[in-house]
Structures are given as C-alpha cells and as structure tokens.
C-alpha cells in the first residue's frame, strides 16, 4: 500500500511541461495583374482558371484531383518569375501545355475557348497540330 501512496506522491511532483509552437505564418504572395488581350488589366484569379479548366473537362473522365494540381503548378510557375504582370496569353499557352499532356479532348476544348477559333479550319490546324505532336512522341 506504501508503495502505491509513493506512486501516486512521485506523479504529482512530476512537472509538466508546455510545448509552444511557433504560430503558422502564411507568407504573402505579391498580387500578380493579368494583362487581357484588350490591354485592360485584372488582378490574377487562380478560382477563374480552374473554373475554366472544370468547364472545359466537364462530362469526360479527367480527376478533379488532376486539374487541381494543373492549376497549383500553373500558379507556382507564374508566382516563380517574380514578374508582377503577365500576359494572358502566356497563362494560356502555359495551361494548354500542360493539359495537352493529360488529356485531348479537354486540351482542343480548353484551347476552341481561349484561342477564339473563328472557323472550323482553325478548329481543324490545332488538331493537325495535335496530331503530330502525338507522332512525333510515338517515334
């Protein structure tokens, strides 16, 4: 029974210690302006991209999880050349890339909005285009 008092005696006199963690920071990003075709200038909008990407795979087969991580990698890359304005041509050409790579049908879809095919011959040069690019990594 002394022994258990001993116990009981020992634990109180342990002292407790308090672990303080640093507080999560969020390191700010400068705002990024995306000069438009018109020259008018918008603030960067990651939301407006990805839901133009959701627009452009909707009723097809590619992950929500895949253009999630398109759009992510897309705004490192752009957040990453520390330029504070960027056209959106090249926020276009920059996602067309990518996304040519992880599924065609949504690529020529994305690309019919934001290149502005005028005719069906423009519509049928991009998918030339997509053609041989698949030849040529086939070889």
């Known amino acids: 029974m002394s022994q258990k008092v001993n116990q009981s005696v020992a634990a109180v006199h342990v002292p407790l210690v308090a672990i303080v963690l640093p ?40 992950p929500a999880c895949s253009l999630k991580n398109l759009c992510k990698v897309s705004n490192m890359r752009l957040y990453a050349k520390a330029d504070t304005e960027v056209s959106s041509g090249k926020i276009g050409e920059m996602v067309m890339d990518r996304l040519s790579e992880l ?17 069906i011959a423009s519509f049928e040069r991009e998918l030339s285009h997509i053609r041989q690019r698949k030849h040529t990594v086939n070889e």
């Open 103 to 119: 599924d065609e049908v949504a690529y020529v879809r994305f690309a019919s909005v934001y290149r502005r095919f005028s005719d």
């Open 23 to 62: 507080r999560m920071s969020r390191i700010e990003q400068p705002q990024l302006i995306v000069v438009k075709n018109d020259s008018t200038r918008q603030l960067f909008n990651r939301q407006k991209l990805l839901g133009g990407l959701y627009r452009a795979c909707e009723k097809h087969r590619l």
